[in-house]
C-alpha cells in the first residue's frame, strides 16, 4: 500500500491531526516487531482483551511518526495522529478499499486444517507463472486478513489468503472484505467447535466466504460438507476431492505402496503423480493443489513437475550452544522478508549483547534493486556488529549494511575464513535460503558433533561399480545417478569421487542438484532428468543438459536458447515413453520429433528410456517388451538426424538381469549402494552405506516399569534399556518402534521398544553387557538396510533418501 496521510483519513472517515502529506506504506499493529520506521504508521487496536495505546509511546520511541488509534493519548511533537471511531473497523475499510483498485485473481483458503500448507505449496506452484501475493503467515482473524490484502499492489496478478474464524459471525465480516473468485475448503475438523451449535453450523459459517466465489474446490470426504454445499452453492462450478471416490478428484491407486505412483482420477482423465510422502494429509493437499491447478489449465507434466518441486512448510527456528560460548540461532529453512522479520524478533528474546549475522541471497520473488534496500534497513536496526553476507546479489549490495560487513560467493567459503573462528560470547543468527546450506556453517561452529552419522565408503562404491561393469562390454558409457543428493548418501562428496574415477556421465533430477555439483568443481557431463521450467537459464549457465520428454519442453527449451543467443549446438537428451507411463516422447510422436530436432539449435546426446520392472522377472514379457519398442523407435529417430546419439535404457538391475540390451551405455544408482535383486551379484558387492550412532544412556528396568510416551513397552521382568539419539528426525519411520524393527550392538540384533520419539529411541538390551558410549548399528551388516527397510516397510531408495540432513555424512576413502 502507499497512501498518504489525508487519503488515509478520507478513505476510512476519520479525523487527521497533523502532516497530511506523510507517505504511509506500512500499518503495524505489535510495537514489538516494528522493525522499519520509515513510512510506518502505528495501528493502537483495541479489544475487548486489549488495548493497543499502551504501546503507543513505545512505537513513537523506536521512531513511529503516524499514529493511528481511536484516542489521542497525549500531543507530542512530530507525531500525526488519526484518530479513527473503531480500531478493527478502521484496518477492515481500509483494507476493502484497497483490495477493490485492483483487479487481480483471488483464492480464498479457509478450513480447519491444511490451510497454510495448501497456501504455501498453491504459492510455490504459481508465483513463478503470476505475480502472486499470499498472507505471509498463518494469520488468523480479523485483523490477520486485513493487512495481508494491504500488501497488494499493481503489479499482482494473483491473491492467495487464508481465512480462519473460530466463532459465529465473523466470516460475513471478512467476506465482505475479501471474496474470492476461486474458494477452498480445505479438512473440516473439530477446531473452535466448541464455539458453535454443531458441525452444521461451523461448516456454514465457513461456507459464507464462497458467497460471491465463481469456482469452490472442497474437500468432500465429510458426507456433511458434500451435501451442505451442494444444496447451498449448486449454481456455482464446484469441484470435490478426497480420498473417497464419490469425489470428483480422488486417488485410485493404492497409495500406501511408496513404490507406485499415484493414480488420481480427475473428473474422467487419469493422472500419475509421483508422491513420495504417504499419509492422507498430504494426500488430500495434493489433490487439492492439483485441482487448483488444473483450474488455471496446466498441462499434466507441468503439474507433475510442480509437484516435485514443492517443499514443506514447517519453518525450523533452532538454537544451538556454539563453540568459543556462541549462541547460534540457526534459520536456513527459507528466506523471505517476512521470516526475516520473524528471525529479528526471535533473536531479541535472547540476551546477547553481541550479535553476527550471516545473510544469503534472496532467491525467491521480488525486484533485487527493492527488496535489499528493504533488507538492509530493516537488518540495520539490529546492531549487529558483524555481518558475513553468502552470494553475489547481496555482496553487491554490502555498502547498504551499518556493520563490519563481509562478503562471501558461497557458504564453503565462509566456513573457510577464518573470521568465522574469531566470534566470541555472541549471538550468531544464520538466515539463508535453503540453496544455501549454511546449516553447513552450524555444523562449523556447533559446540556438540553429533554422535549419529551416515559413513559412506567412497571405495566399496567403485567397488559396486566396477561389479556390474564386469557385466558389461567395455565399451559401454556408465552414467552415475547421483540424483537426490546421491541417493541421499551427500552431496558433492560422491560424484566428486566419481569424477575422479572417470566415470562418463552423472545424472540429477533437478537443475540445483546440477548447479551444486558444478559450483563444488565437478566438470563431467551432467543429465538434468527434471528440467522445471524456470531452470532453464541455469541449466544452461551451468552448462547442464536437459532430459527433453515432451514437445513442450522442447519448444520451451528451444526458445530458451534463442533468448540467451546459445550459437552452438546444445547438448539434451531424449526421453522416449515406453511403458513407463511417467515422461517421454510416444511412438507415434516420433516422426514429428524428428522434424522439429532438425530445425532447432540442438544436438542429441542421447536417447533413453526407463525399464518400470527390471528388478522383478515375472514382468520379463513386458519388459522384453519396453526394450523392443526402445529399439525400434529410437533407431528410428536416429535415421532421422544426421548424426548417432548414443542410446541406453538398463538401470542396476536392468544390468543384472538384461545386460543383452545395454545399448551404448548404462546408468546405475542403487547398485552402487551395495544393493542388488539377484543373490548371485549381491554377494561381490560391498556394503557403502553404515547408519550408525553410540549409545546415549544404559538404565535398568523393573518388572512392571514402562519405557517412552504413553508406555507403550511394559516389561515384565528386570531388563536394561539403552537408548540412542536418533529418532524420527533423523529418518528413522515411527513405524518401526515397538518391536518391529532391531538395530545391531556388537552384531547382535535389539529391538526397538516403545515409541520412537523425535531425536531418540530405546532398545532392550536384557543383560547384554553394552556400555554407554558404545557404538550402534542401525544399518550396515546387522541389519542390512535390506532389513531394515522391511522394517519400514518400503525399499532401501526411500531409507536412503529419508536420513535426514542433520545425519553427519563422514567419507571414507583410502
Ligand atoms: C534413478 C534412475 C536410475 C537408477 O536406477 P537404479 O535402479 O537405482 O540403479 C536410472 N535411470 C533413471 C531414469 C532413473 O531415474
Not at 528388478?615 to 536416429?638: G, H, M, P, V
Request: charged letters at 25%; glycine letters at 6%.
Amino acid at each position: 500500500m502507499n497512501y498518504t496521510t489525508k487519503e488515509i483519513a478520507e478513505i476510512t472517515n476519520s479525523t487527521l491531526i497533523g502532516d497530511d502529506k506523510l507517505a504511509v506504506k506500512n500499518i503495524a499493529f505489535d510495537s514489538r516487531t516494528i522493525f522499519s520506521t520509515l513510512n510506518t504508521a502505528f495501528l493502537a487496536i483495541n479489544t475487548s482483551k486489549n488495548s493497543g495505546e499502551k504501546y503507543i509511546q513505545s512505537a513513537i520511541e523506536k521512531g513511529v511518526g503516524v499514529i493511528i488509534s481511536e484516542h489521542q493519548i497525549a500531543e507530542i511533537k512530530n507525531v500525526t495522529w488519526i484518530l479513527v471511531k473503531d480500531s478493527v473497523k478502521f484496518i477492515q475499510d481500509l483494507a476493502r478499499y484497497h483490495l477493490r483498485r485492483f483487479h487481480l485473481k483471488t483464492i480464498g483458503i479457509t478450513g480447519s486444517n491444511g490451510k497454510t500448507i495448501v497456501k504455501e505449496w498453491l504459492y510455490q506452484s504459481l508465483f513463478d507463472e503470476l505475480k502472486t501475493v499470499k498472507s505471509p503467515k498463518s494469520f488468523n482473524s480479523q485483523i490477520g486478513l486485513p493487512i495481508s490484502l494491504l500488501e497488494i499492489n499493481e503489479k499482482h496478478q494473483l491473491g492467495i489468503f487464508e481465512v480462519g474464524i473460530s466463532k459465529p459471525g465473523e466470516m460475513e465480516i471478512l467476506e465482505e472484505i475479501f471474496s474470492p473468485k476461486i474458494g477452498i475448503l480445505t479438512h473440516i475438523g473439530s477446531a473452535h467447535i466448541s464455539n458453535f451449535e454443531n458441525e452444521s453450523e461451523l461448516i456454514l459459517e465457513k461456507l459464507k466466504l464462497f458467497k460471491d466465489s465463481e469456482t469452490i474446490i472442497f474437500n468432500g470426504d465429510n458426507d456433511l460438507v458434500f451435501n451442505i454445499i451442494n444444496n447451498l452453492y449448486s449454481t456455482k462450478k464446484l469441484i470435490s476431492f478426497g480420498l473417497k471416490e464419490h469425489n470428483d478428484i480422488f486417488n485410485k491407486s493404492n497409495w500406501k505402496d511408496k513404490n507406485v505412483d499415484l493414480i488420481i482420477q480427475y473428473f474422467d482423465e487419469e493422472i500419475s503423480v509421483p508422491v513420495q510422502q504417504r499419509d492422507e494429509a498430504t494426500l488430500s493437499n495434493v489433490l487439492c493443489v492439483i485441482a487448483v491447478l488444473k483450474e488455471f489449465n496446466f498441462a499434466n507434466e507441468k503439474i507433475i513437475a510442480k509437484l516435485n518441486a514443492l517443499k514443506s512448510v514447517e519453518m525450523r527456528l533452532e538454537s544451538v550452544n556454539g563453540l568459543r560460548n556462541n549462541l547460534i540461532i540457526n534459520d536456513s529453512f527459507n528466506l523471505d522478508l517476512d521470516s526475516l522479520k520473524i528471525a529479528y524478533q526471535f533473536i531479541n528474546e535472547y540476551n546477547k549483547s553481541e550479535k553476527t549475522l550471516i545473510l544469503t541471497d534472496f532467491v525467491e520473488g521480488k525486484d533485487s534493486d527493492k527488496l535489499y534496500p528493504e533488507v538492509a534497513e530493516l537488518t540495520n536496526q539490529q546492531n549487529f556488529k558483524k555481518i558475513f553476507l553468502i552470494g553475489q546479489e547481496i555482496s553487491k549490495r554490502q555498502k547498504l549494511f551499518n556493520a563490519e560487513t563481509y562478503t562471501f560467493s558461497n557458504t564453503q567459503e565462509l566456513i573457510d575464513n577464518h573470521q568465522l573462528n574469531q566470534i566470541e560470547n555472541e549471538l550468531i543468527l544464520l538466515k539463508g535460503a535453503r540453496k544455501f546450506e549454511i546449516e553447513k556453517v552450524k555444523n562449523h561452529l556447533e559446540l556438540q558433533k553429533h554422535d549419529t552419522v551416515l559413513e559412506v565408503n567412497l571405495n566399496a562404491i567403485l567397488h559396486n561399480i566396477n561389479v556390474h561393469k564386469s557385466l558389461l562390454k567395455p565399451e559401454t558409457k556408465i552414467m552415475a545417478m547421483v540424483k537426490a543428493y546421491s541417493y541421499g548418501l551427500g552431496g558433492y562428496e560422491v560424484a566428486e569421487f566419481l569424477q575422479h574415477h572417470h566415470i562418463d556421465y552423472l545424472g540429477v533430477a533437478y537443475a540445483d542438484e546440477g548447479v551444486d555439483l558444478r559450483k563444488n568443481g565437478i566438470t563431467s557431463p551432467i543429465m538434468v532428468m527434471n528440467p522445471e521450467q524456470h531452470s532453464y537459464d541455469i541449466i544452461i549457465d551451468y552448462n547442464l543438459e536437459p532430459e527433453i520428454y515432451s514437445f513442450r519442453v522442447l519448444e520451451l527449451f528451444n526458445e530458451q536458447l534463442k533468448m540467451k543467443g546459445i550459437q552452438h549446438k546444445y547438448p539434451i537428451h531424449i526421453k522416449l515413453e515406453t511403458g513407463m507411463h511417467r515422461l517421454g516422447f510416444k511412438t507415434d510422436e516420433t516422426s514429428d520429433l524428428i522434424e522439429k530436432l532438425n530445425s532447432m539449435n540442438v544436438k542429441v546426446e542421447s536417447i533413453f528410456s526407463h525399464l518400470s520392472s527390471s528388478d522383478d522377472l515375472s514382468e520379463k514379457d513386458y519388459t522384453l517388451e519396453q526394450i523392443s519398442t526402445f529399439d525400434r523407435n529410437s533407431a528410428k529417430l536416429i535415421s532421422g538426424l544426421n548424426y548417432k546419439p548414443i542410446r541406453h535404457i538398463l538401470n542396476t538391475s536392468g544390468i543384472v538381469n538384461y545386460s543383452d540390451y545395454q545399448f551404448d551405455m548404462v546408468r546405475i544408482g542403487i547398485g552402487m549402494v551395495g544393493i542388488s535383486s539377484s543373490p548371485q551379484v549381491k554377494k561381490q558387492l560391498q556394503n557403502a552405506v553404515t547408519f550408525k550412532t553410540v549409545i546415549s544412556q544404559i538404565s535398568e528396568l523393573h518388572s512392571g516399569e514402562s519405557v517412552g510416551y504413553n508406555r507403550r513397552f511394559q516389561s515384565d521382568e528386570e531388563t536394561r534399556i539403552a537408548t540412542i539419539p536418533v529418532g524420527y528426525a533423523d529418518g528413522i519411520p515411527r513405524l518401526i518402534g515397538n518391536k518391529v524393527g532391531s538395530v545391531g550392538i556388537n552384531n547382535i540384533k535389539f529391538p526397538i521398544v516403545g515409541n520412537v520419539c523425535m531425536d531418540m529411541m530405546m532398545l532392550n538390551i536384557g543383560n547384554f553387557p553394552a556400555k554407554e558410549g558404545d557404538e550402534v548399528i542401525i544399518f550396515n551388516a546387522n541389519p542390512t538396510l535390506e532389513e531394515f527397510a522391511e522394517y519400514c516397510k518400503t525399499i532401501p531408495y526411500e531409507v536412503l533418501t529419508s536420513i535426514s540432513r542433520r545425519v553427519k555424512r563422514i567419507y571414507i576413502k583410502d
